[in-house]
């Protein structure tokens, strides 16, 4: 899970509180950049005058124009990526937008293209920003393609962009036959690779559904209905193992020796924001000789059809075990099903889906007596494949609590407290926890509040910041929670954004000023 955060800053503006309005864009157009270029990014939604940005990815500048329409983008110093962008003013801010930082050069989606005969023709080494305009609308593109070549297309829109859209990826013949065709790959978004047959010219068509399954039986499309598509012949990583002195594995396509990571066009660049920052072992062999798995190192590796891993590990009397086996988190195709055997080969417990929307594993066992174990791992249906990846992790069960908010920007007004309300969700954690607001400004204050072990405070309490209008405030904060007289690093209140398995580990908060003390800041 990725954790965002935006450092704290402060803006005045003269501007009435009764007229002006807190920003809502909703996205950019395009939505990326090549990395070591700059570009002008129109801005979706309603913007709002006065407007800022802030963000803090490495190297990355950003401006607005000044009637509050476009985005300037100074991705010079930047490296592949995405950035998250946060739009604001003093009545409010936008939610986190994200921004893409590509490696390949960036050209815009040219119509009419619906139809193969019309396609435009692409380079084969580039990233296509488009829109699927409106309902029964297909995007189509032309490629010149040599015999033995190996094509990848991947597009970024549901997962990467929170686009409502789950698209479909065609590869058409030079006569416009469908050779292939992927749905689901990345999440709701596809990834295909193709091994040309014969020289020619080959077409890649993309057309979507809703996301969210309605009533119409057509082809989706909206201005919302954003992709990303790459194209390449050349080198493009799908996923990396990270070994346990920093060596970086890389797995995909067109990949030679010596492959730099950094500067390689593939999905790592988004899904490595998803990696525990734990050591990490990669599993290379099968057969059935355990595996060694030491607690709180991770392992990863690759399932193959029909494959079960086994890895081998010492477990003490009633001292409960967490073991989690990621794979959807990741993008893998696989479903994880864990059992675990004693010494004899005997069966201890199967693990499998966290929920109904979470096929992988998080689940707490006890061992029965001090032994040795054998953790099995396989793909549920006996599935397999270079996708069907996995990393697990097996550590001491310790207690702990989760803490959550529903939104990550929050704005107040003069005449009452803010409130926001805080989930907590405990694994065994039976200390109470005292929760509070860091970061605030002078002129605000908030008094922490009690989580105790049980009742309706355990699950759910709400927190007031009051403030006395003296001084304007747009920055970030943290919510956190302590155990009293306790030693240890407090917990973080993460917050949702648009983007699936990405929480922010602050939240922005804007605090107005009185109108009869408004000043202008010169």
């Given at each position: 899970m990725l954790r965002i955060y935006l450092p704290s800053l402060f803006f005045a503006f003269l501007v009435s509180t009764a007229t002006a309005a807190a920003p809502d864009v909703s996205g950019l157009e395009p939505t990326g950049v090549q990395a070591g270029q700059s570009a002008d990014l129109v801005l979706q939604g309603k913007p709002a005058l006065p407007l800022s940005v802030v963000t803090d990815y490495p190297g990355?500048?950003?401006?607005?124009?000044?009637?509050?329409?476009?985005?300037?983008?100074?991705?010079?110093?930047?490296?592949?990526?995405?950035?998250?962008?946060?739009?604001?003013?003093?009545?409010?801010?936008?939610?986190?937008?994200?921004?893409?930082?590509?490696?390949?050069?960036?050209?815009?989606?040219?119509?009419?293209?619906?139809?193969?005969?019309?396609?435009?023709?692409?380079?084969?080494?580039?990233?296509?920003?488009?829109?699927?305009?409106?309902?029964?609308?297909?995007?189509?593109f032309?490629?010149?393609?040599?015999?033995?070549?190996?094509?990848?297309?991947?597009?970024?829109?549901?997962?990467?962009?929170?686009?409502?859209?789950?698209?479909?990826?065609?590869?058409?013949?030079?006569?416009?036959?469908?050779?292939?065709?992927?749905?689901?790959?990345y999440g709701n978004d596809p990834q295909l690779t193709f091994v040309v047959p014969t020289t020619?010219?080959?077409?890649?068509?993309?057309?979507?559904?809703?996301?969210?399954?309605?009533?119409?039986?057509?082809?989706?499309?909206?201005?919302?209905?954003?992709?990303?598509?790459?194209?390449?012949?050349?080198?493009?990583?799908?996923?990396?193992?990270?070994?346990a002195e920093g060596q970086l594995n890389p797995h995909g396509w067109n990949l030679g020796e010596g492959v730099d990571v950094a500067n390689t066009p593939g999905r790592h660049h988004y899904r490595r924001l998803l990696n525990l920052s734990l050591p990490a072992n990669v599993i290379t062999q099968g057969g059935e000789a355990p595996v060694p798995l030491t607690l709180r190192t991770r392992l990863q590796g690759h399932i193959s059809p029909r494959e079960a891993k086994r890895f081998q590990f010492t477990g003490t009397k009633s001292a409960a075990l967490r073991i989690r086996v990621r794979a959807q988190a990741l993008y893998s195709e696989l479903d994880p099903l864990v059992q675990i055997l004693d010494a004899e080969g005997k069966l201890l417990k199967e693990l499998d889906?966290?929920?109904?929307?979470?096929?992988?594993?998080?689940?707490?066992?006890?061992p029965p007596a001090d032994a040795n174990y054998t953790l099995v791992l396989q793909d549920r249906f006996g599935h397999g494949g270079e996708r069907y990846f996995f990393e697990t992790l097996v550590e001491e069960d310790q207690p702990r609590a989760d803490l959550t908010v529903t939104a990550n920007h929050f704005e107040a007004t003069v005449d009452k407290p803010l409130e926001i309300e805080v989930q907590?969700?405990?694994?065994?954690?039976?200390?109470?926890?005292?929760?509070?607001?860091?970061?605030?400004?002078?002129?605000?204050?908030?008094?922490?509040?009690?989580?105790?072990?049980?009742?309706?405070?355990?699950?759910?309490?709400?927190?007031?910041?009051?403030?006395?209008?003296?001084?304007?405030?747009?920055?970030?904060?943290q919510i956190i929670a302590t155990i009293p007289d306790a030693p240890g690093e407090p917990?973080?209140?993460?917050?949702?954004?648009?983007?699936?398995?990405?929480?922010?580990?602050?939240?922005?908060?804007?605090?107005?000023?009185?109108?009869?003390?408004?000043t202008e800041e010169k």
């Open positions: 990355l500048a950003v401006s607005v124009s000044e009637d509050g329409k476009s985005l300037h983008v100074d991705a010079a110093q930047a490296a592949a990526g995405v950035a998250f962008l946060r739009f604001h003013n003093p009545e409010g801010a936008s939610d986190l937008i994200p921004l893409h930082i590509g490696l390949l050069p960036e050209v815009a989606e040219v119509e009419p293209n619906n139809h193969w005969r019309d396609a435009p023709n692409v380079a084969t080494q580039t990233t296509i920003n488009g829109v699927l305009h409106a309902g029964g609308e297909v995007d189509t032309g490629c010149e393609l040599e015999q033995g070549q190996t094509l990848v297309s991947a597009v970024d829109a549901n997962t990467a962009l929170a686009s409502p859209m789950d698209a479909v990826l065609q590869i058409l013949s030079p006569e416009g036959f469908v050779l292939e065709q992927v749905d689901d790959a020619g010219r080959y077409f890649v068509r993309l057309f979507a559904f809703p996301s969210a399954p309605n009533s119409t039986i057509n082809f989706a499309g909206g201005k919302d209905y954003q992709y990303r598509l790459t194209l390449t012949n050349g080198p493009f990583i799908d996923h990396l193992f990270e070994g889906d966290v929920g109904r929307d979470n096929r992988d594993v998080d689940a707490s066992w006890t907590i969700a405990r694994a065994g954690l039976q200390s109470p926890l005292e929760i509070t607001a860091t970061g605030l400004p002078e002129g605000a204050k908030v008094t922490p509040v009690i989580s105790e072990p049980k009742g309706d405070s355990s699950k759910k309490v709400t927190l007031k910041i009051e403030h006395d209008g003296s001084t304007p405030f747009s920055g970030s904060i917990i973080v209140a993460t917050a949702p954004t648009k983007l699936t398995g990405i929480r922010a580990s602050s939240i922005w908060l804007t605090l107005p000023v009185k109108a009869a003390e408004a």
